[in-house]
């Protein structure tokens, strides 16, 4: 299992305090992750639980947990958005941000998540299987989309390669996970 700490593009003051850590762990076609979200939390727009969680887009227009994941040596790769509320999308992309398109191989995603007065924690456990042949190294990049009571979108992320935040930049891939 290996720890990961997210930071932002920008520090907002309205979300001074609030933290953002948790851990991964990549063993055959499974994927496990898990997100911590700490501090104050009413300074953030959480939406509630869904009733009927769903496949949305646009998620990311507001506070959302997300990850990137590509084989090795590999120009195509998935973005996985990840609600609070429960809802969820994956995407696929033939190359840097060319080739959208949602991924079928995902009718769901299995993840829970728990709300406690200074901590939200999403846990997701996904099965590799539909999207790569075999066990491979994945190279991942770890995000967030955090959205202020005002509104304010803040962007936090393992590292920050360019001069704009930009979770598809190959560079913020830089979590090497072998099988």
């Known amino acids: 299992m290996e720890n990961f700490v997210l930071?932002?593009?920008t520090p907002l003051a309205a979300l001074d305090g609030i933290t953002l850590a948790g851990q991964v762990q990549h063993q055959g076609?499974?994927?496990d992750l898990c997100y911590r979200l700490g501090g104050d939390l009413g300074r953030l727009q959480?939406?509630?639980a869904a009733q009927q969680p769903e496949r949305q887009d646009y998620l990311w227009q507001q506070t959302c947990l997300e990850f990137f994941l590509a084989p090795q040596g590999q120009a195509h790769y998935w973005e996985f958005n990840?609600?609070?509320?429960?809802?969820?999308?994956c995407y696929r992309f033939e190359q840097y941000r060319q080739g959208m398109a949602p991924e079928v191989a995902y009718g769901a995603l299995p993840f829970q998540v728990e709300y406690?007065?200074?901590?939200?924690t999403l846990h997701l456990r996904l099965d590799l299987s539909p999207m790569l042949t075999g066990p491979e190294i994945l190279e991942m990049?770890?995000?967030a989309v955090l959205a202020a009571k005002a509104g304010d979108l803040s962007y936090w992320a393992l590292t920050h390669p360019g001069p704009?935040?930009?979770?598809h930049r190959?560079?913020?891939?830089?979590?090497?996970l072998a099988p």
């Open 141 to 143: 990049g770890i995000t």
């Open 164 to 167: 704009v935040a930009d979770f």
């Open 29 to 31: 076609l499974q994927l």
């Open 170 to 176: 190959r560079e913020s891939f830089c979590l090497a």
């Open 46 to 48: 959480l939406p509630p």
């Open 82 to 89: 990840l609600s609070p509320a429960g809802h969820w999308n």
């Open 116 to 120: 406690q007065p200074e901590q939200l």
């Open 7 to 9: 930071t932002p593009f």
